[in-house]
């Protein structure tokens, strides 16, 4: 098995995984949500005239602001754009949204909250989106 | 408040995600390609991740309640039924076909690629679709 993986690789990895991890206890800690993005974007839109919904647009815009100032602050490249093309990235886009609805979360919700929850349900619904990512790519790259 | 500690905490998340590489879709496909060049990056921004997030929540959820709110909203359903995994399979696969999962698909708009703002799109009509079109139990 090829590995790529170094020093500089981890360092970026930990310290990108502790921002996620302290920015959802702070929402936990303050608003007392969790901070699940499939169910921000989802409801944020869908209630977006309700008062008390103004929290998840913020939050939105500080997803985009937050590697605006990571990549200018910390002179981070800025990542390659996909190679997939708009046909792959709309079939994707449509499983991605219908999927974590259907499944009530995505990575941070049922990941990240979920799990430090000790939710079984998160649990689960993490193998499971792992083991059809996992089986997704090995068809993708080595069978097609 | 809320609005601007929610705002505060989606900087640092996006922040989070554009540093640990998750915003880079070759990174997200390489860590799900096992049997190629192996990226296992990923697997230390999830370790680091529940390393702040288990006993802190363990913490809040026994304190009572949040700073600026009656009650915690965690959910409740701790049933482990079918929508819940057809629902992550197909996550999963189209986490896969694309390397995106919400967050960082959001982040990335940041990078005024067209392709993400379509991805995006796509997104949203597939979370109104499965409000039209749920999948019962």
């Known amino acids: 098995m090829d590995i790529l993986f170094n020093q500089q690789i981890l360092i970026a990895s930990v310290i990108g995984g502790l921002l996620i991890g302290v920015a959802a206890v702070m929402m936990f800690a303050f608003l007392g949500h969790i901070t699940g993005i499939s169910g921000i974007l989802f409801q944020g839109i869908n209630k977006l005239n309700q008062s008390d919904n103004l929290w998840r647009l913020f939050f939105l815009a500080g997803l985009i602001i937050g590697p605006l100032i990571a990549h200018n602050v910390f002179n981070l490249a800025i990542p390659e754009a996909s190679n997939k093309g708009p046909i792959i990235a709309i079939v994707a886009g ?51 | 408040m809320n609005n601007l500690i929610a705002l505060i905490a989606g900087c640092i998340f996006g922040g989070g995600l554009a540093f640990s590489g998750m915003t880079d879709t070759s990174k997200v496909i390489g860590f799900l390609d096992l049997a190629g060049t192996w990226q296992p990056g990923l697997a230390f921004v999830m370790g680091a991740g529940l390393l702040v997030a288990t006993p802190s929540f363990y913490l809040l959820m026994k304190g009572g309640k949040p700073f600026l709110a009656e009650k915690f909203f965690a959910p409740e359903n701790s049933a482990i039924d079918k929508p819940l995994l057809i629902g992550a399979a197909l996550f999963g696969i189209g986490w896969g076909l694309y390397g995106y ?11 005024l690629n067209t392709d993400s703002f379509i991805f995006v799109g796509a997104m949203l009509v597939g979370m109104f679709a499965a409000k039209q079109f749920p999948i019962k139990n």
């Open chain 1, 94 to 144: 449509l499983i991605v949204g219908y999927g974590t609805r259907v499944g009530s979360g995505c990575t941070s919700g049922h990941g990240i909250c979920g799990i430090s929850r000790l939710s079984m349900r998160s649990v689960t619904a993490t193998l499971m989106f792992m083991a059809t990512g996992f089986a997704t790519v090995f068809i993708v790259n080595h069978i097609f």
């Open chain 2, 101 to 111: 999962c919400p967050g960082p698909a959001i982040s990335s708009l940041a990078y």
